[in-house]
């Protein structure tokens, strides 16, 4: 089992920044691909970006290509999702995710955090 726990959500204005964290305890974090998901109300869950067990590989939705960061502290088993030039379409629950294998599908992934809000205001 892997447990994990984002932080950092919260309300800012368009073209601010966010960063948020998501711990894991549990299981070895290094044999984990980690990824970062969100949801808006009344909108099916996507996928936002991914980073391969040692941090070397990253992947990201078109929609936050260029403004979203995932990077990993795998001695603080620790992934983060640094988010500039938020957008009020950026509103949602974002999630973090843990998976064995190398995957932006979401359904795909084995273990879930609760979820962090994040809300960008225009």
């Known amino acids: 089992q892997v447990q994990l726990m984002e932080s950092g959500g919260g309300l800012v204005q368009a073209g601010g920044s966010l960063r948020l964290s998501c711990a894991a305890s549990?299981?070895?974090?290094?044999?984990?691909?980690m990824g970062w998901f969100r949801q808006a109300p009344g909108k099916e869950r996507e996928f936002v970006a991914v980073?391969?067990?040692?941090?070397?590989?990253?992947y990201y939705a078109d929609s936050v290509k260029g403004r979203f960061t995932i990077s990993r502290d795998n001695a603080k088993n620790t992934v983060y999702l640094q988010m500039n030039s938020l957008k009020p379409e950026d509103t949602a629950v974002y999630y973090c995710?843990?998976?064995?294998?190398?995957?932006?599908?979401?359904?795909?992934?084995?273990?879930w955090g609760q979820g962090t809000q994040v809300t960008v205001s225009s």
């Open positions: 980073i391969t067990r040692s941090g070397g590989i990253t």
């Open positions: 995710a843990a998976n064995l294998k190398w995957t932006a599908t979401g359904r795909d992934y084995d273990y």
């Open positions: 549990g299981r070895t974090f290094s044999n984990y691909h």
